[in-house]
């Protein structure tokens, strides 16, 4: 007989807490007031802040670098430039291209997915990498 279901590792909210609370205090020390999401395998948010002074619409935007991070298992920013504008149509701006969207992994497997949003794309990621140290997760690089 198959089986039905299988265990899977979850991202509690304490540890979506702990990664908020290091990517907020990257955010202070390198002085870019950010919107950081984190969203669980399946895309729910879990958690969320905007600093004071981060861009209103960049909040939208973390959103959607966290989902696709957690649905593609890979960092955002990694597609042909081509491409970009069809995946945020095919998936109505559930899903974008931008950089600063990274999966959470551990043990191998994607847990989730952070999305920070308001500074530039390298502080955008150099946030979320410090979110994902903070948990132990693995930090899966920033090239293409």
């Known amino acids: 007989m198959r ?19 290091a990517a ?6 390198i002085g870019v007031p950010e919107n950081v999401a984190l969203v669980d395998a399946d895309g ?35 597609l042909p430039a081509d491409l ?5 149509l095919a998936t109505g701006g559930r899903l974008t291209n931008l950089p600063g969207g990274l999966p959470i992994v551990i043990d ?3 847990l989730g997915g952070i999305g ?13 990498r410090a979110a994902l140290r903070a948990i132990g997760a693995q930090d899966p690089g920033t090239g293409p």
């Open 3 to 21: 089986p039905t279901t299988r265990p899977a590792a979850r991202l509690t909210h304490a540890a979506a807490l702990t990664a908020l609370q």
């Open 24 to 29: 907020i205090a990257h955010a202070e020390t």
């Open 44 to 78: 729910n948010l879990l958690a969320f802040l905007r600093m004071d002074g981060a861009k209103l619409l960049s909040r939208e935007s973390a959103l959607a670098k966290a989902v696709t991070a957690a649905s593609n298992g890979a960092p955002t920013g990694r």
């Open 84 to 88: 970009a504008v069809t995946v945020a």
């Open 108 to 110: 191998g497997a994607c």
């Open 116 to 128: 920070v949003g308001s500074g530039a794309s390298d502080q955008d990621v150099a946030v979320a």
